[in-house]
């Protein structure tokens, strides 16, 4: 069964992010705008910084789920550069994700570093190292991520760049399309074999990877107050 205040002070959160940003959004605010007590959004969350973090792992699962229709639906979605492309649009086109990627580095630090935060973030390299691990297995990725320690970093310098560029000036006259057709290639070049890959390499990876997303569905689920986890 779904928590009714729990969802409400969510999107209450969500809603005042988007308009004010971190800093100028308060408990109080928060409250307010779900039409609950500042002690009741307590009962749920200890401080700001976990309520943010469950906002933002809220985002993440549905997110997730939706990523996971697509594998389904068409299994060369698996391939690293089609899913960072993906990755990114949706990204730059949620508000919310969108400022915290660009945003301020040291408030995304203080979010992550919250207890929430801290279980999102390990579990998500977690998941990544394995479905890197995937696709090396099926021919999909040139490195070994359990051999190449380096690997991770290797991958986030480029995804991570491409964030903090956005409100660059100079970067040219390039849209969102353009901006991640860029990612993908610059990924697809530096990271899977020149090769295009068989029809039953992508199938395989695919059904491999489902079980991945499952466990990794259900450890945000474990995240968020129950209910709430495709809450919009």
């Known amino acids: 069964m779904a928590d009714d205040k729990a969802t409400r002070i969510l999107d209450a959160a969500e809603a005042l992010l988007v308009r004010f ?5 308060s408990i109080d605010d928060v409250a307010r705008r779900a039409g609950v007590g500042k002690g009741t959004v307590y009962l749920y969350w200890p401080s700001k910084s976990e309520l943010v973090a469950t906002v933002l792992t809220r985002q ?11 594998v389904t639906a068409d299994p060369a979605e698996v391939q690293l550069h089609r899913s960072m492309r993906w990755s990114f649009l949706q990204i730059m086109r949620r508000p919310l994700a ?3 990627a660009v945003g301020d580095r040291d408030v995304l630090g203080e ?18 190292v ?22 991770l970093y290797r991958l986030s310098a480029p995804i991570t760049g491409a964030f903090l560029l956005e409100d660059t000036p100079g970067m040219g006259d390039l849209d969102l399309e353009d901006k991640a057709d860029a990612l993908a290639t610059t990924l697809r070049r530096a990271f899977e074999p020149a090769a295009e890959p068989s029809p039953d390499a992508l199938r395989a990876a695919a059904d491999e990877l489902d079980d991945l997303f499952e466990r990794w569905r ?6 968020l107050p129950n209910g709430t986890e495709y809450a919009s």
């Not at 940003?21 to 959004?25: E, K, L, S």
């Not at 979010?111 to 990544?128: C, D, H, P, R």
């Not at 259900?218 to 995240?223: D, F, Q, S, T, Y």
């Open 130 to 151: 394995g479905y890197l691990t995937v696709l090396h297995r099926h021919g999909l990725l040139v490195d070994d991520p359990v051999a190449d320690p380096a690997l």
């Open 98 to 100: 969108r400022a915290f």
């Open 218 to 223: 259900g450890e945000l689920a474990k995240a």
């Open 111 to 128: 979010v992550m570093a919250s207890g929430s935060g801290g279980l999102f973030v390990t579990g998500k390299i977690e998941t990544t």
């Open 21 to 25: 940003g971190y800093r100028r959004t």
């Open 60 to 70: 993440s699962a549905q997110m997730l789920a939706e990523q996971h229709a697509r």
